[in-house]
């Protein structure tokens, strides 16, 4: 019955994983890009740079206050969070509710922002104006995102959108022999891990990500972690069975040609005399002299000391062995 249930379940994983792609492949296969971040989690960046200096350089030769410079009054080791409050997805579009936060004040300066599934259709002054928060998000295949981006970029004045290391979108800004470069740097998720603005190749402005907390009911990546190990360790079981089942029958084929082959290994002298077992011989046991000399006699008192019993041996050939033994002796007396 056993034996039955374990078939049943095998052919119940074959089945599932051969139906796999059918059932979710139509979810990947709706778009190319997707998000990899979800609601109710919390993203914190620190500023690692904040140089007041640099920041009005920038600001006086390029006469405007770039969106992301909007905060440049927070002092360096300050921190910035946001929290997603909601996702909702259009046709071509996420629109993403977040609540903006300083220095861990309670929840505000509610905003919406949009995602771009489609990275040809960015709006122009978000690059032109540097604007960090609306490019602080973009879909998950993070680095095919930013290549796409890249070839299909719109042409902006005095303003040049290039493609850094792994994961990296650099914008330009030219004003006379000046030149501002911002450069965001993406994490796996699609979230700015890094954000950069330099001027004369020296940084006015840099925060970096520093942690992402979930408070949702079902963010806890521990307990995904065990439900993947126990999925994988369920979906497995039937072949490890499978598995057993064969090393055990191999292992009993082994023994069986073990023991076959241990029967040859038998003393050499009961080989010689072809052995047979007393339980299946037919043939009757007979009495050996226990002396060497054959001339002693032996009466019913002694017989047990002059004769030994052997009942392993042919009666025909240890007669012969004996007859002849004692001829031999016969004709060295004579």
């Known amino acids: 019955m056993l034996k039955y249930k374990r078939v049943i379940i ?11 792609p059918v059932f979710f492949s139509k979810s990947y296969a709706e778009s190319d890009y997707d998000l990899n971040f979800r609601k109710d989690i919390e993203i914190t960046w620190e500023y690692a740079k904040v140089d007041d200096i640099l920041i009005n350089r920038i ?11 909007n905060h440049s009054d927070n002092e360096e080791d300050s921190r910035f969070m946001n929290y997603i409050e909601d996702i909702e997805k259009s046709s071509d579009k996420w629109k993403v509710k977040i609540s903006y936060k300083h220095n861990d004040n309670s929840h505000q300066n509610l905003k919406e922002l949009k995602i771009y599934e489609d ?11 540097i604007n960090d928060l609306k ?61 950069k603005v330099k001027i004369d190749d020296k940084t006015a402005y840099y925060y970096k990500k520093i942690g992402i907390k979930t408070n949702g009911p079902h963010q806890d ?11 994988i360790c369920i979906s497995s079981w ?9 090393r055990k029958k191999s292992r009993l084929k082994n023994l069986t040609i073990t023991d076959k082959n241990n029967k040859h290994l038998i003393d050499p002298r009961i080989r010689n005399l072809e052995f047979i077992d007393n339980k299946t011989s037919k043939k009757e046991p007979i009495l050996i002299p226990g002396t060497e000399n054959p001339n002693i006699l032996g009466s019913k008192e002694n017989s047990k000391t002059l004769y030994e019993k052997y009942e392993l041996f042919e009666k025909d050939i240890l007669f012969v062995e004996n007859y002849n033994e004692s001829k031999r002796k016969k004709s060295n007396l004579v």
């Open 10 to 20: 095998l052919k119940v994983f074959i089945i599932v994983f051969i139906l796999f």
């Open 59 to 69: 600001k006086f030769f390029f006469n405007s206050s770039l969106y992301c410079l």
């Open 119 to 129: 990275p040809g259709k960015i709006p122009i002054e978000w690059f032109y104006e």
């Open 135 to 195: 490019l602080r998000y973009i879909p998950y295949r993070v680095n095919d995102y930013l290549d796409e981006l890249i070839e299909g970029a719109p042409v902006i004045f005095n303003t040049s959108i290039l493609k850094g290391s792994f994961s990296q979108l650099l914008i330009h800004r030219h004003s006379g022999n000046k030149t501002i470069i911002a450069e965001l740097s993406y994490d796996n998720a699609g979230i700015i891990d890094k954000f």
């Open 221 to 231: 990546p521990l307990l995904m972690i065990i439900l993947i190990i126990f999925a």
């Open 238 to 246: 039937p072949l490890c069975l499978a598995l057993l089942s064969y």
